[in-house]
């Protein structure tokens, strides 16, 4: 593979099962709330908001219980630089 004639250098052995692995994230290097926060910053113009995951408890006849209140709260802002977000948004319309 040339893969591994790139990289035997490093150590780094491409393998069969490799493939299997990544096709199910089980090597992915980021959590799936990172991701969604990747994706998010895509959507809404590279800001990167404080994941909110909860709205409401509720009991097991459907009565809340209790609500939790939602403020955005922005972390970070320009993730992605002005150059890239110009690419995605072609590859976005």
């Known amino acids: 593979m040339e893969y591994n ?8 052995v491409w393998t069969k099962g490799l ?6 994230g ?14 998010g910053a ?3 113009g590279s800001y990167v908001y404080r994941p909110f995951l909860m709205k409401e ?4 006849d ?3 219980i209790g609500a ?5 709260c922005q972390e970070r802002s320009r993730l992605i630089h002005r150059s890239s977000r110009r ?6 319309r």
């Open 57 to 60: 408890v509720r009991s097991s």
């Open 5 to 12: 004639k790139r990289f035997a250098s490093r150590g780094w």
């Open 68 to 72: 939790a209140e939602f403020h955005p």
């Open 19 to 24: 493939d299997m692995d990544m096709a199910i």
């Open 42 to 44: 895509l959507g809404n």
């Open 87 to 92: 690419c995605t948004n072609r590859f976005l």
């Open 26 to 39: 089980q090597t992915q290097l980021v959590t799936p709330i990172q991701l969604a926060s990747l994706v």
């Open 62 to 64: 459907g009565t809340v």
